[in-house]
């Protein structure tokens, strides 16, 4: 009777374990969802997974936006690493509001939001000061502008989901992108460089890169030269020459 009374409490711990190794599992993959695209007109919502392990929610997520807080992440649903979900947000707001990702109930905590972001200009809308209380949003004023008609608002990188680094720009739901920044041509002008490149970032989201050797060893160095607008989305940087015999550029997005 001992052995058998044994036999069944090394059961009921085996069991535990795998119950926590799966709330641990369920837990991590919640902190690597991230909101990388929202439409105010349209009210949809991207959600992507920026980890490595495939997850399934255990309970709903709610989204939360100037205190409402009727759409929500089923529970039971399965998010594979890199996928983008698409939901229907009720009721956003189309000029100015806050949307912010829950893992619970708790709207008060800011410990309880995953992911969002803040557009339209006014100050401290629904609950932007508490997501910047923990680093979740620069500020209670920080805010990305509202897109143009037709447009969403995406961040230029997963990274960039915490800052105000977002562009209004065609809609790319269901598979999230970084974005693409194209060199167009790099002219000799005698005692400069002349570059031409394409991006959906303003003017001033832009740096330069440079270094004199493409070899893994040697270091790209920023630099934040003039950048200006030829035609929508459409920009030139003036680069003076150095002595160096070699020069290799590329553009950064911030």
């Known amino acids: 009777m001992k052995r058998l009374l044994a036999i069944r409490a090394l059961r009921g711990t085996a069991a535990l374990t795998l119950a926590a190794q799966f709330a641990a599992t369920v837990q991590a993959g919640i902190n690597d969802l991230r909101i990388t695209e929202v439409n105010p007109a349209t009210g949809q919502v991207e959600v992507t997974h920026i980890g490595a392990t495939q997850f399934t929610t255990s309970s709903s997520l709610p989204f939360c936006h100037r205190f409402n807080y009727f759409t929500v992440i089923p529970a039971n649903t399965t998010i594979s690493p890199g996928e983008s979900k698409v939901f229907v947000v009720a009721g956003l707001n189309t000029t ?18 995953i992911t969002g972001m803040k557009y339209g200009p006014a100050a401290n809308v ?41 562009f209004s720009g065609t809609p790319n739901f269901g598979s999230f992108s970084p974005v693409q920044i194209q060199i167009l041509r790099l002219a000799d002008a005698g005692s ?4 031409d490149f394409t991006s959906p970032l303003p003017a001033n989201a832009h740096r330069l890169e440079s270094r004199t050797s493409l070899s893994p060893d040697v270091a790209w160095i920023e630099s934040s030269p003039t950048v200006t607008s030829n035609a929508p989305n459409q920009f030139q940087i003036t680069i003076p020459k150095s002595t160096n015999t070699n020069e290799f550029f590329r553009i950064k997005g911030l």
Request: net charge negative; proline share 6%.
């Open 96 to 113: 100015d509001s806050d949307i912010w990702l829950y893992r619970d109930g708790n709207f008060t905590f800011a410990s309880s939001i």
């Open 126 to 166: 629904g609950r932007t000061a508490l997501a910047a209380s923990v680093g979740l949003w620069p500020s209670a004023s920080a805010f990305v502008p509202a897109p143009a008609a037709g447009q969403s608002l995406q961040p230029v990188s997963i990274e960039a989901t915490r800052t105000t680094n977002w």
């Open 192 to 195: 400069a460089y002349v570059l």
